[in-house]
């Protein structure tokens, strides 16, 4: 078994259609283990080992889901990630690194990635977060089907576009569930802890600033393009969206 992965016993989903799965790697040996793996736990898998045949797979293939390692030769998973964003590819990714600062994770995730798994981890844990990944687009894509008006803004949530005053803001992929969650629980104080968890589907350690960061930028963004005050801190507490 290579470095970076644990064995861990799993079994396909049964008389579920299989999920494309796309798994990219530099090393031969991790990347074979994966997709073993992945094909045990009921997906179909695509693999590429560098960050341009990633992009190449992902157009040529549309996988449901991207497992990608950071450290890559040609493009790194980082680049990867930006590319897939720019190009308005939202695939679930689920980025893989022997990295474990912030900083790092935080890279990733800014970049557009949706979870991040710090090598060495266990197969269950890699599959539990990619069928996690796709409940949540699923259910984004069949949760509102409204408008949300908050002030002036308005957060379409199926169309994923958010206007100020009727002009659209130009968010990323994060910025805009970041916006969706709070729009949803519009006048509700969220904790950074449930932000985490909606947002980005899992724990940081506690100690982390990501959702600090986001709020950061999206607060500038809708204060930027016209808004009053709507992106509210309470201390202690969390944060809301709310028009006073």
Sequence with gaps: MPDGLRASGSSPDAGHPSPRVLVVDDDADVLASLERGLRLSGFEVNTASDGAEALRCATEHRPDAI???????????????????????????????????????????EAGADDYLTKPFVLAELVARVKALLRRRGAVA???????????????????RARINGVEVDLTKREF?????????????????QLLELVWGYDFAADTNVVDVFIGYLRRKLETSGAPRLLHTVRGVGFVLRSQ
Excluded: Q
């Design 67 to 109: 497992v990608l390692d950071i450290n890559m030769p040609v493009l790194d998973g980082v680049s990867v990630v930006t590319a897939l964003r720019a190009m308005d590819n939202d695939v679930p990714v689920c980025v893989l690194s022997a990295r474990t600062s912030v900083d790092d994770r935080v890279a990733g995730l």
């Design 142 to 160: 069949t949760s509102s089907t409204e408008t949300i008006t908050v002030g002036p803004l308005e957060v379409e949530i199926p169309g994923r």
């Design 177 to 193: 569930d970041l916006l969706a969650v709070l729009a949803e629980h519009k006048t509700a104080v969220l904790s950074r802890a």
